[in-house]
């Protein structure tokens, strides 16, 4: 069965820090996979796909299939990327399903 | 544009009791989804629908029933109500079949059973 691990709970740095959050994931077949963000008080959003090979917000996600990782970088942490991450990939026989990690709170310090 | 929307906010169940969520897409999506977001756990699929009539099982589904009989609107029941079921309460709708396509989600409905 698929599964998504995202190994820190918390995450804390002080702004201006880099930042990574990490996600490793388990499955045999294609995964595309996914960063969505909830900030406080706002819905849950998608911060971005690997497949799109984009930076939103500073944010930056490269699918390493030989050590099943999709960390989420960003060079210099703001006050405002305070929120929580999930890290989520759907199968490639699944349709639009999401298989979502545990989730990471980043809290950025001024 | 509303998006996704749900009903309602809040509740407070005793158990055994039952009750309905209701969720609500004007994005002519085919897809929704119903989650329960737990700390520690992430969201977790309860059921999901590919269309108007249809339904099928997620990975905990047990407990909960739903019901897709409009395109906009897909229905969370829960038939007799158990501590274990005290989260919170996600939908999300997206288009049809393509996996790359991003899930739009509601606001969330929080449930406390006692």
């Known amino acids: 069965a698929q599964r998504v691990t995202q190994p820190e709970k918390l995450l804390s740095v002080f702004k201006g820090a880099p930042v990574e959050l990490k996600c490793n994931y388990s499955?045999?077949?294609?995964?595309?996979l996914f960063w969505y963000v909830q900030y406080s008080r706002q819905r849950l959003q998608l911060l971005l796909r690997h497949i799109s090979r984009e930076s939103i917000k500073g944010f930056t996600a490269d699918l390493n299939k030989g050590e099943t990782s999709f960390h989420l970088k960003k060079p210099f942490a703001q006050e405002e990327d305070s929120a929580m991450y999930y890290c989520?990939?759907?199968?490639?026989?699944?349709?639009?399903?999401?298989?979502f990690g545990g989730g990471t709170r980043l809290m950025v310090k001024p | 544009n509303a998006g996704v929307t749900q009903t309602p906010k809040f509740r407070v169940l005793k158990t055994g009791q039952s009750m309905t969520l209701l969720c609500a897409q004007d994005m002519n999506h085919e897809y929704m989804y119903w989650y329960r977001q737990d700390p520690g756990m992430g969201l977790r699929l309860i059921h999901y629908?590919?269309?108007?009539?249809?339904?099928a099982k997620g990975e905990v589904p047990d407990g909960y029933n739903v019901s897709r009989l409009k395109k906009q609107n897909f229905l969370l029941g829960l038939e007799s109500a158990a501590p274990s079921q005290t989260s919170v309460y996600f939908c999300?709708?997206?288009?049809?079949?393509?996996?790359?396509?991003?899930?739009?989600f509601g606001p969330g409905t929080r449930l406390t059973v006692t």
């Open positions: 499955y045999s077949g294609s995964p595309e």
């Open positions: 999300a709708s997206s288009w049809q079949t393509v996996r790359s396509y991003e899930q739009y």
């Open positions: 629908s590919v269309g108007e009539g249809t339904t």
């Open positions: 989520a990939l759907t199968m490639d026989n699944a349709g639009n399903m999401l298989t």
